[in-house]
């Protein structure tokens, strides 16, 4: 069992950048690989990015590729998000995801836990 809260959200402007972070407590976070999706009204939840259970692999979706960077600092149980030169479209719930995989994961359905969600939201 593993507990992920996940901050940094927040209100920017187009161009902006925000850092989200995801801690996670319970079992060794070194276990799990983890992701990021993000839900806007009306739309279906999205794959953002992924790694794998030793970070050594990621995966990025188009949208956000060269734009976002997905990293985990094992020592301290936290994944984070870098979000740099966002765009209105990137305005949605960010939800932080951890599976008991070891490699990037894509499927939301392939993960065991999810957070509570972060509010993105970047005017224009």
């Known amino acids: 069992q593993v507990q992920l809260v996940e901050s940094g959200g927040g209100l920017v402007q187009a161009g902006g950048s925000l850092r989200l972070s995801c801690v996670a407590s319970?079992?060794?976070?070194?276990?799990?690989?983890m992701g990021w999706f993000r839900q806007a009204p009306g739309k279906e939840r999205e794959f953002v990015a992924g790694?794998?259970?030793?970070?050594?692999?990621?995966l990025y979706a188009d949208s956000v590729k060269g734009r976002f960077v997905i990293s985990r600092d094992i020592a301290k149980n936290t994944m984070f998000l870098q979000m740099n030169t966002l765009q209105p479209e990137d305005t949605a719930v960010y939800y932080c995801?951890?599976?008991?995989?070891?490699?990037?994961?894509?499927?939301?359905?392939?993960?065991?836990?999810w957070g509570q969600g972060t509010q993105v939201t970047v005017s224009s």
């Open positions: 995801a951890a599976a008991l995989r070891p490699r990037v994961l894509k499927l939301g359905a392939e993960y065991n836990y």
């Open positions: 790694s794998s259970r030793s970070g050594g692999s990621t």
């Open positions: 319970g079992r060794t976070f070194s276990s799990y690989a």
